[in-house]
C-alpha cells in the first residue's frame, strides 16, 4: 500500500450525512469512499489540462489551421441530416 497522509476538509453537513449513508451501505469507511472520489477527480482533471495544454501548443504552433465556427456548424449539420437519410 502507498504511503498515506492525513488531510483535513470541511463538508457540508448534507454531504457528510450522504457520504456516511454510503459507507454504511456499501460497508466502506467514508475515508474510502472519500478517497475514492478525490482519485477519480484528481485523475480527471490532470487528463483535461494535460488535453487543455496539448490543445494550446498545437494553436500555438507555426503553420496551425484554424476554421471558421459557422463552416464547421454548417459541415456538422450536412453530416447529421446526411445520416437521417
Same mark, same amino acid.
Do not use: C
Given at each position: 500500500?502507498?504511503? +498515506?497522509?492525513?488531510? +483535513? ?25 472519500? +478517497?475514492?472520489?478525490? &482519485?477519480?477527480? #484528481? ?14 501548443? &498545437? ?5 496551425? #489551421? ?5 463552416? #464547421? #456548424? ?12
Amino acid at each position: 500500500m502507498a504511503p +498515506t497522509s492525513t488531510m +483535513t476538509i470541511r463538508l457540508p453537513v448534507d454531504i457528510l450525512n450522504r457520504l456516511a449513508e454510503l459507507a454504511r451501505s456499501t460497508d466502506r469507511s467514508k475515508s474510502y469512499l472519500a +478517497t475514492k472520489a478525490i &482519485e477519480e477527480y #484528481v485523475v480527471a482533471q490532470e487528463w483535461q489540462i494535460k488535453a487543455i495544454e496539448e490543445a494550446i501548443r &498545437e494553436a500555438e504552433a507555426p503553420g496551425a #489551421v484554424f476554421h471558421d465556427h459557422a463552416d #464547421v #456548424v454548417a459541415r456538422m449539420r450536412r453530416k447529421i441530416a446526411a445520416k437521417k437519410e
